[in-house]
T-cell receptor, first 117, second 109 residues
Framework: GAVVSQHPSRVICKSGTSVKIECRSL??????MFWYRQFPKQSLMLMAT?????????EQGVEKDKFLINHASLTLSTLTVTSAHPEDSSFYIC?????????????FGPGTRLTVL | RKEVEQDPGPFNVPEGATVAFNCTYS??????FFWYRQDCRKEPKLLMS???SGNEDGRFTAQLNRASQYISLLIRDSKLSDSATYLC??????????FGRGTSLIVHP
């Protein structure tokens, strides 16, 4: 099956720093990737839809200037959490679906656990 | 009505039991449906896809009822390793996946 990787898997940073998370589709092309955030014991919350070659579409309540998304190629999307604060500590997961597929099965990255001190 | 609704549970069942979860959805135009399994602190993994009336894979059966707009997941002969959260996913507009809150299953000896 299709494989999606994320890097890093875990990051601990100081408040005020920026953190970049990479999401790569390893063996397929993905014109669209999705970024989610999941707090403990809560469901996945869609943050934004990342489109290759165009601006990301953010969900209501998600600050686009704080969560910068760049989808520079068909296999890579990055999420940068700028000026991170403790309340940004969460599990960030990306997903991608096969370009051109009429179905919508999502392949998930392993997630990045962010802890902001 | 929320786009995708699930009973959060937890469902607490003994080994060997049969358990069923329901998931209701509001987008009547959806054509494909998915059940994912998520273990604690891990990413979701696809369990079953449903494109027509249903799908069966071993102990797992997913059924779709378009008229009532719900999909169900049936697990037979529950194993301890089935303990997890089960997420229902229904693509919405522009194929953006919409997740239910998940149903927690605990299988005990």
């Amino acid at each position: 099956g299709a494989v999606v990787s994320q890097h890093p898997s875990r990051v601990i940073c100081k408040s005020g720093t920026s953190v970049k998370i990479e999401c790569r589709s390893l063996d397929f092309q993905a014109t669209t990737m999705f970024w989610y955030r999941q707090f403990p014991k809560q469901s996945l919350m869609l943050m934004a839809t990342s489109n290759e070659g165009s601006k990301a579409t953010y969900e209501q309540g998600v600050e686009k200037d704080k969560f910068l998304i760049n989808h520079a190629s068909l296999t890579l999307s990055t999420l940068t959490v700028t000026s991170a604060h403790p309340e940004d500590s969460s599990f960030y997961i990306c997903s991608a679906s096969l370009a051109g597929s009429s179905y919508n099965e999502q392949f998930f990255g392993p997630g990045t656990r962010l802890t902001v001190l | 009505r929320k786009e995708v609704e699930q009973d959060p549970g937890p469902f607490n069942v003994p080994e060997g039991a049969t358990v069923a979860f329901n998931c209701t959805y509001s987008n009547s135009a959806s054509q494909s449906f998915f059940w994912y399994r998520q273990d604690c602190r891990k990413e979701p993994k696809l369990l079953m896809s449903v494109y027509s009336s249903g799908n069966e894979d071993g102990r797992f059966t997913a059924q779709l009822n378009r008229a009532s707009q719900y999909i169900s997941l049936l697990i037979r002969d529950s194993k301890l390793s089935d303990s997890a959260t089960y997420l229902c996913v229904v693509p919405g507009g522009s194929y953006i996946p919409t997740f239910g809150r998940g149903t927690s299953l605990i299988v005990h000896p």
